[in-house]
């Protein structure tokens, strides 16, 4: 047996298991929009396209997810993309839409950071990532967790805690049983790039995550990469 796809089996074998028991999703762009592990509802796109085992979308082209048996106030959703302009300057572009794309509040990069908009009018609160993470086509990890005890929202980028917040208004609560990714509300219309995803995932464990998540996390982003190598013709 090859050693690279002995490797592979395993830890394809570890993350099904893994993500299985925990009645989670895995949209890893297989050829198709559908969850690899079965359970989910087929992910909605707005006019990208499956290439090579990635999401590849024009600016406002992202995607939607029917929360079906997800709890919208509480979870764990992990990311793997990366935005071809991540907007130097005063400019946002938006990842996760909680709201239904009336509002413009949720998660953006900023100015290459990550910015939870948790008010935009009004008195407005904007909750700020101190670590420039977002560059011009790098794909980076963002691992997204609510408690809906306490409303903690918390995200993470490559593993590394990037901001948190008691979300006691709600802003990070998927009220309409969708969530939508790389595509903006239509109270701005246009913070939003093109960009290519390599994976969404679902895991509906109670936030604090189960141990194994790190290994999870780590699992997928490494299957994510051997895919993405294979898909460049680099390695098996
Ligand atoms: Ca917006
Ligand atoms: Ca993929």
Not at 163 to 190: E, M, P
Request: glycine share 12%; hydrophobic share 45%.
């Amino acid at each position: 047996m090859d050693k690279h796809w002995a490797q592979g089996a395993l830890l394809a074998s570890l993350l099904a298991s893994s993500l299985a028991a925990n009645a989670a999703s895995l949209y890893d762009f297989n050829g198709n929009l559908d969850d690899s592990l079965g359970s989910g509802p087929t992910l909605v796109a707005h006019g990208g396209s499956v290439v090579g085992g990635n999401y590849v979308f024009g600016g406002n082209q992202g995607l939607t997810l029917e929360l079906s048996g997800v709890d919208a106030a509480s979870y764990d959703l992990t990311l793997r993309f990366s935005f071809e302009s991540v907007g130097a300057g005063v400019s946002w572009r938006k990842i996760v839409d909680f709201e239904g794309r009336d509002t413009d509040e949720g998660l953006y990069s900023f100015a290459s950071h990550l910015q939870f908009v948790e008010h935009a009018g009004g008195p407005q609160h904007f909750i700020d990532s101190p670590v420039s993470s977002f560059a011009p086509n790098q794909p980076l990890t963002l691992r997204i967790t609510r408690d809906g005890g306490s409303g903690l929202f918390t995200a993470f980028i490559n593993g590394i805690e990037e901001l948190s917040f008691i979300d006691s208004n709600g802003r990070a609560v998927f009220n309409t049983g969708k969530a939508n990714f790389f595509i903006d509300d239509i109270d701005t219309c246009c913070e939003f790039s093109a960009g290519s995803a390599e994976f969404i995932a679902v895991n509906v464990a109670p936030v604090p995550a189960p141990a194994s998540l790190p290994l999870l996390v780590s699992s997928v982003a490494l299957l994510a990469l051997r895919a993405r190598r294979r898909d460049a013709g680099i390695g098996a």
